[in-house]
């Protein structure tokens, strides 16, 4: 296994234990051998510095579906994530989720761990890029620009792009469906479809994981999801997924194949908390699961919510953690019973 050590290019608090921490998380990481010709950076590279020209999007074939990429310049090819609970700021002016706030790998987010896209001047829409859906956001957090009082980061149907940090080369997909406890509040980080902006997925996998309530006990058997696909420091990793209590049943069609008509309660706010359970197409069962009691459902905004007995299923953002060699959080179920103003949110218990 090949091990790459990043050079950290500024001061930041917590030192020893930011190069610890992340010492330990490449040492597991980076190794797929793929290159682009274009690219003549790694696609790990920190923002140091203020963009000179147009930032251009393009797409790229994924495992997880069409994708948006960095199309020109030194990072051509590298892999392009949104993160879900930046909908807060779109929502209330709330700071972006990925900033240079304080947390637990003591490393700015959208500089060293989630290196921010920006652009000079309005962002190019390579091939396969709806324009219209091109755009660019003022940030007036990276501060370490000298002289950079603010710069503009693209957007896509709304939503920051950034890269990853252990992504090292073109078609590098380490971020795909990463539940990350580090952002304020915690998110999920997806590749992008460029046909509405929606997440790209991939088929969403559903088991069963053993945690224990609260974080401390007692251990409960639930319906959970797996994540975290491509991360080589926490790879596939459990989350329990939850139904809401508001949300009503399906009153006819197939509701195992798509749900048509069914109306649900969690949006907005409600889905910065709980996000819900996305799925490109039928979602996969794992052991212990049957297969007929998935599903999915049409959100309002095109992406695909996975169903178990004609009921949408959520993430919960308290569940987020990265085990080790990282350890960030602690795993456990969270949101089992929680009441919350959209209703109240139940696990799914392993059937006898």
């Known amino acids: 296994m090949r091990m790459l050590f990043r ?8 030192r020893a234990t930011a190069v610890a921490l992340t010492l330990g998380l490449v040492a597991v990481a980076l190794q797929f051998c793929s290159t682009a010709s274009a690219q003549s950076r790694l696609c790990s590279d920190d923002v140091t510095s203020a963009p000179t020209g147009p930032a251009t999007v393009s797409t790229a074939s994924t495992s997880f579906g069409r994708a948006l990429v960095v199309g020109s310049g030194d990072y051509a090819g590298c892999s392009l994530y949104l993160l879900t609970s930046d909908q807060l700021h779109a929502l209330n002016g709330a700071p972006f989720a990925c900033s240079d706030n304080a947390n637990a790998l003591k490393m700015p987010c959208d500089s060293d761990l989630w290196p921010a896209l ?3 001047g309005a962002p190019i829409a390579g091939p396969g890029v709806n324009p219209r859906l091109l755009g660019a956001v003022t940030r007036t957090d990276f501060d370490f620009l000298t002289g950079v009082s603010s710069v503009k980061q693209v957007t896509y149907a709304g939503y920051p792009l950034y890269r990853f940090f252990l992504d090292k080369a073109a078609g590098d997909t380490q971020g795909a469906n990463l539940d990350d406890p580090v952002t304020s509040p915690p998110g999920i980080w997806y ?7 929606d997440p790209a997925t991939g088929q969403a996998q ?4 053993t945690a224990p309530v609260g974080g401390t006990g007692p251990d409960e ?5 797996r994540m975290n696909n491509d991360f080589s420091a926490f790879p596939d990793a459990s989350f329990p997924v939850y139904t809401l209590s508001r949300d ?6 197939d509701v195992r194949r798509h749900g048509w008509g069914h109306e649900h309660a969690c949006h907005g706010l409600c889905a910065v908390y709980w996000p819900p359970l996305l799925t490109s197409d039928t979602p996969i069962a794992g052991p212990g699961v049957a297969q007929h009691a998935l599903g999915f459902i049409v ?21 987020a953690y990265i085990g080790p060699p990282v350890d960030v ?3 456990g179920i969270y949101g089992a019973g929680a009441h919350s103003p959209w209703g109240v949110f139940n696990t799914i218990p392993r059937l006898p």
């Open 299 to 319: 959100r309002p905004d095109g992406s695909h919510q996975v169903t178990y007995h004609g009921r949408p299923l959520y993430l919960f953002s308290k569940d």
């Open 118 to 120: 920006l652009t000079k």
């Open 206 to 209: 559903l088991g069963l994981e």
């Open 248 to 253: 009503r049943g399906h009153q006819r069609g």
């Open 221 to 225: 058997t639930v319906l959970a999801a």
């Open 329 to 331: 959080g602690t795993q």
């Open 191 to 197: 590749l992008v479809d460029p046909r509405r902006g």
């Open 7 to 14: 050079r950290l290019r500024r001061p930041v608090a917590g």
